[in-house]
């Protein structure tokens, strides 16, 4: 009966998340209410409020769970590259998904907008950041890179950003186009 309770616990706080993440996508951070996250969710208003103290910490939980998972992913699947061209290749074709229609983007895109007025909010992306980061340093000194590897990474993360952010204003852009420009900034020889 416990096990039950839990579970059934546990999957209204993945709708929960599901909804508080579709929704900062759909009509930004500050527009999220709790009966928005509730009908969205299916439940009753109070239910969000059972599980969370305010309709910020879910939105702090879930988007951080979001990004977690999508950065997580991100930098397992690129570490898995058995070079730096081939790691950048499969990079760039992975943004040219985010074209701002896609729910990942204008969620990321909100949350580090949000980052700027919620602390706990920025240190958690801080930290997912810093992890990526971190992955990518180790993965570029293992491939051959030979400037401070760390620099590279930032570079690389906030490229990254940059790009997804480009994208969305303009679905034309040719981010394939970019490997070169990157390969000799992260390798010193020309694309």
């Given at each position: 009966?416990?096990?039950?309770?839990?579970?059934?616990?546990?999957?209204?706080?993945?709708?929960?998340?599901?909804?508080?993440?579709?929704?900062?996508?759909?009509?930004?951070?500050?527009?999220?209410?709790?009966?928005?996250?509730?009908?969205?969710?299916?439940?009753?208003?109070?239910?969000?409020?059972?599980h969370f103290a305010s309709v910020n910490d879910l939105l702090v939980e879930a988007s951080a769970a979001f990004?977690?998972?999508?950065?997580?992913?991100?930098?397992?699947?690129?570490?898995?590259?058995?070079?730096?061209?081939?790691?950048?290749?499969?990079?760039?074709?992975?943004?040219?998904?985010?074209?701002?229609?896609?729910?990942?983007?204008?969620?990321?895109?909100?949350?580090?907008?949000?980052?700027?007025?919620?602390?706990?909010?920025?240190?958690?992306?801080?930290?997912?950041?810093?992890?990526?980061?971190?992955?990518?340093?180790?993965?570029?000194?293992?491939?051959?890179?030979?400037?401070?590897?760390?620099?590279?990474?930032?570079?690389?993360?906030?490229?990254?950003?940059?790009?997804?952010?480009?994208?969305?204003?303009?679905?034309?852009?040719?981010?394939?186009?970019?490997?070169?420009?990157?390969?000799?900034?992260?390798?010193?020889?020309?694309?």
């Open positions: 009966m416990v096990e039950r309770s839990a579970e059934r616990g546990r999957a209204t706080r993945q709708r929960l998340f599901d909804a508080a993440v579709a929704l900062i996508g759909e009509v930004g951070w500050g527009g999220v209410t709790t009966r928005m996250v509730a009908e969205r969710a299916g439940v009753a208003p109070g239910v969000v409020h059972y990004a977690g998972a999508l950065f997580g992913e991100a930098a397992r699947r690129l570490t898995e590259q058995p070079d730096i061209g081939s790691g950048l290749d499969w990079l760039l074709g992975e943004l040219s998904g985010y074209t701002g229609a896609d729910p990942a983007s204008p969620l990321i895109v909100e949350m580090y907008l949000a980052a700027g007025r919620h602390p706990e909010l920025r240190d958690r992306l801080r930290v997912m950041i810093d992890d990526f980061r971190s992955q990518v340093a180790s993965w570029l000194r293992v491939n051959g890179h030979t400037g401070d590897a760390e620099a590279a990474a930032v570079l690389l993360a906030a490229s990254v950003d940059g790009l997804v952010l480009h994208h969305s204003l303009d679905p034309a852009t040719d981010i394939a186009a970019l490997a070169a420009p990157l390969r000799a900034m992260l390798t010193g020889q020309p694309g």
